[in-house]
């Protein structure tokens, strides 16, 4: 089992940054894919962006550009830089892992962003 915990969020303005983190934890032999997913209200969980074992990243179109994802894998941390947030991106943020074949999820934590 790996526990997710996640740090940082929280509201800001148009045009602002936020960062966050999020800390793995427990029996973990290698986390292959690990980054971040968003839900805002009536819509669907989406991709914000992901980093692989080998430091290959995938990233949702709505963030390219704006947000960066990357990992410490000695650690089994992985971090979300978000840059030139907007109002929508406010969404409850969970942090994601995939190890041994299955997945993890965080409890999330909500980023709002204001006009």
């Known amino acids: 089992q790996v526990q997710l915990v996640e740090s940082g969020g929280g509201s800001v303005q148009a045009g602002g940054s936020l960062r966050l983190s999020c800390a793995a934890s427990?029996?973990?032999?290698?986390?292959?894919?690990m980054g971040w997913y968003r839900q805002a209200p009536g819509k669907q969980r989406e991709l914000v962006a992901r980093?692989?074992?080998?430091?290959?990243?995938t990233y949702g179109d709505s963030v390219k550009g704006r947000f960066t994802v990357s990992r410490e894998n000695a650690k089994n941390t992985v971090s979300l830089q978000m840059n030139g947030l907007k109002p929508e991106d406010t969404a409850v943020y969970y942090c994601?892992?995939?190890?041994?074949?299955?997945?993890?999820w965080g409890q999330g934590t909500q980023v709002t962003v204001s006009s």
């Open positions: 994601y892992a995939f190890e041994d074949a299955r997945e993890y």
């Open positions: 427990g029996s973990i032999s290698s986390i292959e894919s």
């Open positions: 980093m692989h074992l080998s430091g290959y990243s």
